[in-house]
């Protein structure tokens, strides 16, 4: 199968599941014959018959009859995708599949016996049943043969239209596929908004920290809060009175996952000691959606440890780098005497990272930096190199860009159809 192929392999009337489309032709017990609505069809008067036959619809230069209506209606009840209202559904789409066939034979499109032959084998195998056992099945629903071929080369035609029309000029880029594979973007969760405020563990500051951590955590309010995250935190946010964004509460440490989750906003986590800081958190405000699995989610990120601790010429260092870096692999660009124990690339479970980087990276989206934390006197340049849900259940990169894709065409193709609907001319009898 070519990529083309691939791309295009599922449209929106290819969309059913195997198990309910096989379960539904196998209901069969009050199911109408297809002999026996052709045979009433014979018996009954000739004016009869016509009204059969009598148009419901005119699209353009094509007719819907009342036969293509009440088999359309047979095939989305065989198939299990009958709605409420479903003669509506039916006229809607054998309106959409005349307005498809218009605008192929406009363009030239034609399909061959073995096109139209290998499409009702790949629509009959989603049933897991050869076509001809696909067609007895129909016919047992009432369904004629025809009815399913019409389907079949309506969308295969509308297909080839589409590829012809769009492939090449749609593309997905790798950072989009990045952005997607991220855990938030995957699944929804519970977040929290919150605050946070870090005192440095260097002994120079020891005695002032020892003064004023009682006096942090005397604070209850928001604005407090913030004001001495302003005076005092050595964390990237101060400027921003120690403000974070909406975190997923699965990306946090299981070491303060709980107590994050169970506070009320208001409420201070800590004092918690992380490498080369004490850190306090204030709770904010939760959104509440679905959990993540934990151990499920895999990260991969960069650390360079910046001699120095948080000596300006250090600090100055990781501003260099921060401003150069977008994503991980430049880091080795900006820094290309560093040694293996400085600058590493390393990737884990998210409980098996140590507490105090998980912390960091659960702030972070890829290509994010964080340089609160020191270890071993020298200064900690984190970055997240990327962050995803790992097991079955869940896509992996080539199925994700595949998927968006697919999406992208989907949407052309719905305006495109929608501009055809508004050249055409629509009216009933």
């Not at 002032?208 to 995250?229: C, D, M, N």
């Not at 005076?231 to 303060?256: C, E, K, M």
Request: overall charge negative; hydrophobic content about 45%; proline content about 4%.
């Amino acid at each position: 199968m070519t990529r083309t192929e691939s791309i295009m392999r599922l449209t929106d009337f290819w969309t059913v599941s195997a198990a309910g489309l096989r379960a539904s032709l196998r209901r069969t017990g009050c199911a109408v014959s297809l002999t026996a609505v052709v045979l009433t069809a014979a018996a009954v008067p000739v004016q009869a018959q016509q009204g059969l036959f009598s148009p419901v619809l005119y699209v353009n230069d094509r007719v819907i009859t009342r036969y293509d209506l009440e088999q359309r209606k047979l095939f989305l009840e065989a198939i299990n995708l009958a709605s409420s209202n479903v003669e509506e559904q039916a006229l809607d789409a054998l309106t959409e599949d005349r307005l498809r066939e218009f605008a192929t034979l406009r363009a030239g499109i034609r399909l061959t016996d073995e096109a139209i032959a290998d499409g009702m084998t790949e629509f009959a195998a989603r049933a897991s049943l050869t076509t001809d056992e696909f067609i007895a099945e129909l016919s047992q629903a009432g369904v004629a043969r025809e009815t399913f071929v019409d389907f079949v080369s309506a969308g295969l035609a509308w297909r080839e239209l589409v590829q012809a029309r769009y492939v090449g000029r749609v593309e997905v880029l790798d950072t989009e596929v990045e952005r997607a594979m991220d855990v938030p973007a995957q699944r929804a969760e519970q977040r929290v908004l919150m605050a946070e405020l870090f005192l440095p563990t260097d002994p120079e500051f020891a005695d002032a920290v020892a003064e004023i951590l009682p006096q942090i955590l005397e604070i209850r309010s928001f604005e407090e809060f913030s004001a001495a995250a302003r005076q005092v935190s050595v964390a990237g946010t101060r400027d921003q009175g120690g403000r974070l964004d909406w975190l997923p509460i699965s990306n946090l440490p299981d070491r303060i996952r709980d107590d994050i989750r169970n506070a009320s906003p208001g409420t201070l986590v800590g004092p918690l000691t992380f490498p080369g800081a004490i850190a306090i958190f204030q709770v904010r405000a939760f959104e509440t959606s679905r959990n993540i699995p934990t151990g499920q989610v895999h990260v991969e990120y960069a650390r360079y440890l910046i001699p120095g601790g948080r000596s300006d010429a250090a600090m100055a260092e990781a501003a260099r780098v921060q401003a150069g870096a977008n994503y991980c692999p430049d880091l080795y660009g900006l820094v290309p005497n560093a040694t293996e124990a400085q600058l590493d690339v390393s990737e884990a479970l998210l409980p098996d990272l140590p507490a105090g980087v998980a912390m960091e990276l659960a702030k972070l989206d890829v290509g994010e930096i964080s340089t609160s934390l020191t270890e071993g006197g020298a200064l900690m340049l984190l970055m997240l190199c990327q962050r995803e849900m790992r097991g079955e259940e869940f896509p992996n990169a080539d199925q994700m860009r595949t998927s968006m894709l697919n999406q992208r065409f989907e949407r052309l193709a719905e305006i495109h159809l929608e501009e055809i609907r508004a050249e055409a001319e629509i009216r009933r009898p």
